[in-house]
């Protein structure tokens, strides 16, 4: 199973919006609504974002989104804040032998 | 409020086997709601899942590190464990233990803060 495919960065003024595609297969992105993705400042854990392609934990701002076309996920950030400047990561559910297939990763820069 | 805290050696000689436990508190590893997983991160890469047990015993190992990977549980300590076989320098990471739903659902909702493994003779 590879990795879900992530552009490796992509950057955005404060307030503007950034978009952050996560590709994969129809074994994995494709075939399942349980993408979630992940906030990863340096040298932090991974935080929850949004799960299951569009819905967000309490407490994770609306400025988070997340959609799903065909074999392709996406992130917006609406309103981009400082404090967003980090790693983001996706995930898929890849079938009950592999379960969990992580993406490429995305740095997000606040310039 | 449940946290996660993974403990261990950070220092493991290459082919030897790499052991790492992770505590469970304010909350119950017993749950019938939750399975308990290890990802790891080797430096500056992204993340890989390891694998993931239910308090039953029950296990799903990512494929690509099936043959070395063993995941239990104790339940009487809260905590579960991971154990890697036959290191080399590319299971260098940070290793990270999480929960998430035993079934109808994936995402990993709660995470430790990870403990940093390195493979050097």
């Known amino acids: 199973q590879s990795a879900l495919t992530q552009p490796r960065s992509v950057s955005g003024s404060p307030g503007q919006s950034v978009t952050i595609s996560c590709t994969g297969t129809s074994s994995d992105v494709g075939g399942y609504n349980y993408v979630s993705w992940y906030q990863q400042h340096p040298g932090k854990a991974p935080k929850l974002m949004i799960y299951d392609v569009s819905k967000r934990p309490s407490g994770v701002p609306d400025r988070f989104s997340g959609s799903k076309s065909g074999n392709t996920a996406s992130l917006t950030i609406s309103g981009l804040q400082a404090e967003d400047e980090a790693d983001y990561y996706c995930?898929?559910?890849?079938?009950?032998?592999?379960?969990?297939?992580f993406g490429t990763g995305t740095k997000v820069t606040v310039l | 409020q449940l946290q996660l805290q993974e403990s261990g050696p950070g220092l493991v000689k290459p082919s030897e086997t790499l052991s790492l436990t992770c505590t469970v508190s304010g909350g119950s590893i017993s749950s019938s709601s939750y399975y308990w997983g290890w990802i790891r991160q080797p430096p500056g890469k992204g993340l890989e899942w390891i694998g993931s047990i239910y308090y039953s015993g029950s296990t799903y190992y990512n494929p690509s590190l099936k043959s070395r990977v063993t995941i239990s549980v104790d339940t009487s300590k809260n905590q579960f464990s991971l154990k890697l076989s036959s290191v080399t320098a590319a299971d260098t990471a940070v290793y990270y233990c999480?929960?998430?739903?035993?079934?109808?659902?994936?995402?990993?909702?709660?995470w430790g803060k990870g403990t940093t493994v390195t493979v050097s003779s």
């Open positions: 999480a929960r998430h739903p035993y079934s109808g659902d994936y995402y990993m909702d709660v």
């Open positions: 995930c898929s559910y890849a079938g009950s032998y592999t379960l969990y297939v």
